[in-house]
């Protein structure tokens, strides 16, 4: 059977979403709804389907965990953790209208920044939370990777069953 050119051109945007991961955009989801496109037009099972958004839930799930491990294992709290996530959301958004990498730089910024100023207002101590703040920014570069991993799976897995129907 011959595959058709909208699978191959399906399959060249989910590879351009993996780019969008490392910038802090949602890449996976978007991948996720172009294989729903995919079930829609019966080129992709409803259960490999629902597999990639399995998957999907479980790269989001992956950054929460790496962002908190690596916040507490450098003396980083609940609390800071929260402020990492928020403060990486926020310098997301402000950054992109930067061109290229401005939403990557803003989410490592405000990750950065959300961590220390919770921690900082929490214990008054700026060498603490310099260090904390570390620890979350490793955790997102952690979680940058991991989320990179699952994408190339799911465009493994996704892209096999467009170009295979």
Same mark, same amino acid.
């Given at each position: 059977? &011959?595959?058709?050119? #909208?699978?191959?051109? @399906?399959?060249?945007?989910?590879? @351009?979403?993996?780019? *969008? ?14 294989? #729903? ?12 389907? #629902? ?8 790269? &989001?799930?992956? &950054?929460?965990?790496? =962002?908190? $491990?690596?916040?507490? $294992?450098?003396?980083?709290?609940? $609390? ?5 996530? =928020?403060?990486? *959301?926020?310098?997301?958004? !402000? ?11 803003? @989410? #490592?910024?405000?990750? !950065?920044?959300?961590?220390?100023? =919770?921690?900082? %207002?929490?214990?008054? %101590? ?11 920014? *490793? ?12 994408? *190339? !799976? ?10 295979? @129907?």
């Amino acid at each position: 059977m &011959e595959t058709s050119a #909208l699978a191959w051109i @399906a399959v060249a945007a989910m590879i @351009a979403s993996l780019l *969008l991961i490392p910038l802090g955009l949602p890449g996976i989801w978007v991948m996720i709804a172009i294989l #729903l496109l995919g079930v829609f037009g019966g080129l992709v099972s409803p259960w490999i389907f #629902l597999l990639i958004v399995g998957l999907g839930g479980f790269a &989001e799930f992956l &950054e929460f965990v790496a =962002v908190g $491990r690596m916040t507490s $294992r450098y003396g980083g709290t609940n $609390r800071t953790f929260w402020g990492a996530l =928020v403060g990486g *959301l926020i310098g997301a958004l !402000v950054g992109t209208p930067v061109p290229v990498a401005g939403s990557l730089v803003g @989410a #490592l910024i405000g990750t !950065v920044g959300g961590a220390f100023f =919770v921690t900082w %207002h929490q214990t008054g %101590h700026a060498a603490g939370s310099a260090r904390a703040s570390w620890g979350a920014l *490793l955790g997102r570069a952690v979680a940058i990777g991991l989320k990179v991993f699952v994408g *190339l !799976v799911i465009i493994a897995i996704g892209g096999a069953s467009l170009l295979l @129907a």
